[in-house]
């Protein structure tokens, strides 16, 4: 049976690397122009100039790269996708919207890990010794009695005894304590009467005298220091003879055959062994992929999008859009990851978070977590310590700047940042065909050269941006001189 194919594919850089066989798994095939500028080896760029399919351009509409950039910020992907990518995920969602629908694709990430914070650790041992915790209801009673005194004055001489004894057992040390267990008395008949400890001293004695003396007697016996025989019966012996005498004599009769028969026997052995199950081979090793992996073949599929990206196939997968993988299979499952602070170790599933929750600090890492069966949450942690990345650590942070264009870094979340607008005369627009204008003091335009918005070379519509004071933390590009 002939594979079934995608009616729309697109594809992304991976797929192009890899080599996969596009026109075996789809009809049409899209991508980008940015995807094939990415591609800089030579062998890769060779076979794109002649390629056994038809490779389709098309661009995607601004509406849905909006879309697809907010919905990657919610899922904890957006630092790892680039503009390219976020331009072929937005593709893949155009196609399916105009070839399938909307109905089946998702605006908002499901939520599978939901982290909230306790108010006490559940390993908190709650009955320490020395230290007291008072429950509500013990401030209840202490109330109940204070309110009691104060109405008391004015009542009979009963009610103060009994105010008098409630104060007396709140400041006993019972009061304060646990309970001692207590032993029923069904319990202690059933327990012997204690004996005299006069009489339980002489039988002690006793016992012990008994006791040494068998013991030194058992030492210097022979049965001690030899282990116990098994006692065999006569008939028994007679029969492990005659059987001894036989194998003996056959093998005295016959030593070649057998040997030739117990090399026959393993020879055998072997090719059982050979002939089982289990072993992988070039033929079925394909077929060990498909059952191992999280994939199956592509049933009824009309826009999907190859890519390799583990950032690109959560994305896709959270959307609901399909994810091939290069030998054309569809996968299915996708990672989920929380926020977790290496600080103060609490974690948030809230991944636009920059700055910790919990203890305000820059310290948040994003861990991948599997959800089980019964809802139990599994980290998996990196072994590779520059995972925790100590950037920023080695010089001291520079001086604070003021003014309108001021340039600081974030250290608290709710830090305010200066505006960088441009000056008034760069704002100024010098259109004489415009029935509003006003003439200033020059009819020719003006450029702004001179203000200190113009030295930063902050332009309209920007934040920022600019030449700057040199930053020693900063994460500088390499760049490396092409072959």
């Not at 204008?437 to 001179?450: E, K, Q, R």
């Amino acid at each position: 049976m002939a594979p079934t194919l995608v009616e729309h594919v697109v594809a992304d850089a991976g797929a192009f690397l890899k080599k996969a066989p596009l026109q075996e798994i789809g009809r049409n095939i899209y991508t980008l122009r940015d995807v094939v500028d990415e591609i800089r080896d030579k062998p890769t760029r060779r076979s794109l100039s002649f390629l056994p399919y038809e490779l389709k351009f098309k661009e995607p509409h601004p509406e849905h790269v909006r879309l697809v950039t907010d919905f990657s910020k919610k899922t904890g992907d957006y630092p790892s996708l680039s503009a390219t990518d976020i331009k072929v995920l937005a593709l893949t969602y155009q196609l399916e919207l105009e070839h399938v629908g909307s109905q089946h694709l998702k605006k908002e990430p499901e939520i599978k890990v939901n982290v909230q914070s306790t108010q006490r650790h559940p390993e908190t041992p709650v009955n320490i010794a020395g230290f007291h915790f008072p429950s509500k209801k013990a401030a209840l009673t202490v109330r109940q009695t204070q309110t009691e005194k104060d109405t008391s004055k004015d009542t009979s001489e009963d009610t103060s005894e009994d105010t008098s004894e409630d104060s007396s057992e709140f400041n006993s040390f019972t009061f304060w304590r646990d309970p001692l267990l207590s032993i029923n008395g069904e319990l202690l008949q059933l327990l012997d009467p204690i004996p005299d400890p006069v009489q339980v001293l002489n039988w002690k004695n006793k016992q012990n005298q008994t006791d040494t003396q068998t013991a030194f007697d058992e030492f210097n016996s022979f049965n001690f220091w030899r282990a116990p025989l098994p006692s065999i019966d006569g008939e028994l012996l007679d029969l492990l003879k005659v059987d001894d005498v036989s194998s003996s004599e056959s093998r005295l009769d016959e030593p070649e055959d057998q040997s030739d028969d117990g090399d026959e026997d393993d020879d055998d052995d072997d090719d059982d062994d050979d002939d089982g199950g289990g072993w992988i081979t070039p033929s079925n090793i394909q077929q060990v992929k498909m059952d191992s992996g999280d994939w199956t073949a592509p049933a009824d599929v009309t826009v999907g999008c190859l890519t390799t990206d583990f950032a690109m196939q959560n994305v896709l997968i959270q959307i609901g859009l399909h994810v091939l993988s290069v030998n054309g299979m569809l996968i299915k499952q996708a990672r989920n990851y929380v926020l977790r602070c290496h600080a103060c170790f609490k974690r948030t599933s809230n991944m636009n978070k920059l700055f910790c929750p919990h203890c305000g600090n820059k310290t948040l890492k994003k861990l991948a977590v599997t959800v089980g069966e019964d809802g139990s949450v599994h980290m998996h942690f990196s072994k590779n310590p520059k995972v925790l990345n100590p950037r920023g650590l080695r010089h001291s942070l520079p001086l604070p700047q003021g003014g309108k264009h001021g340039n600081n870094p974030q250290l608290v979340e709710d830090q305010r940042f200066p505006q960088q607008r441009l000056s008034r005369k760069a704002r100024q627009k010098t259109d004489v065909f415009n029935p509003d204008y006003v003439a200033g003091s020059s009819p020719f335009c003006m450029n702004d050269i001179y203000s200190r918005a113009a030295n930063l070379q902050i332009r309209d519509g920007q934040c920022g941006g600019g030449r700057r004071r040199a930053n020693p933390n900063a994460n500088h590009k390499k760049f490396v001189k092409k072959k």
